[in-house]
Structures are given as C-alpha cells and as structure tokens.
Nanobody, 130 residues
C-alpha cells in the first residue's frame, strides 16, 4: 500500500512556472512506476507524464513536451512535475498516480493508461490565467 499526497498547485499567469510534488509513504518507493494525470474542467482525465521505476525512462503527452519535466527523488520518496511556460489550456486538477511492480518487472517501462495505476493522490488544482 502507498499513499500519495500532491502539493504545489496554484494560480499562475500564462508563461509562468509551477512545480508539483507528489510525496509517497508506505511501501518501497522504488517498486513503483509513477505518472501524472490531469482533469481539465468539464473533460475526462488525461495522461500528462510518466516515469519508470528506474527513473531513466520518461514519457509525455505531446502538448507538454519541452515544457514539463517529470523527475523523482528516491531518498525523499517524492515525484515532481516541473511545469514551465504554462498555458491557459493547462488549467486542470493534477493527479499523481503509482503502479506497483513486483520483482524486476517493468523496470524501464512507462504507462500512459490511467487503468495501469492502482494508487492515486487527491489532486491539486492548477489554474493558468491568460
């Protein structure tokens, strides 16, 4: 079992930056592949970024490539989403998610589907004004 708590959301002007944090507690953090998702107002939840267990593989949705960076600090059991050059269309509730992987499975794999993740945080609101 792992608990995830997001922080770092807020209101920012277009072109600004925010860094979201996802603090994990519970089981061995290195057993999890991690992801960030978001749910814009009135829309479905969508994939944003993913990070493998190894920390060496990343994946991003096209609209955030070059602007967002996912990373982890194993010692702090925390995953980050650095968001630069924010746009109004980035406005959403952002969720952190974790997928538990047994043994050496999926060490370098990333996952885009929300159904791949078994653990979710409560979400943090990001609002980008124009």
């Amino acid at each position: 079992q792992v608990q995830l708590v997001e922080s770092g959301g807020g209101l920012v002007q277009a072109g600004g930056s925010l860094r979201l944090s996802c603090a994990a507690s519970g089981r061995t953090f290195s057993s999890y592949a991690m992801g960030w998702f978001r749910q814009p107002p009135g829309k479905e939840r969508e994939f944003v970024a993913a990070l493998s267990r190894s920390g060496s593989s990343t994946d991003y949705r096209d609209s955030v490539k070059g602007r967002f960076t996912i990373s982890m600090d194993n010692a702090k059991k925390t995953v980050y989403l650095q968001m630069n050059n924010l746009k109004p269309e980035d406005t959403a509730v952002y969720y952190c998610a974790a997928r538990y992987l047994v043994s050496s499975a999926g060490y370098y794999s990333t996952y885009r589907e929300s159904t791949s993740y078994g653990y979710w945080g409560q979400g943090t609101q990001v609002t980008v004004s124009s």
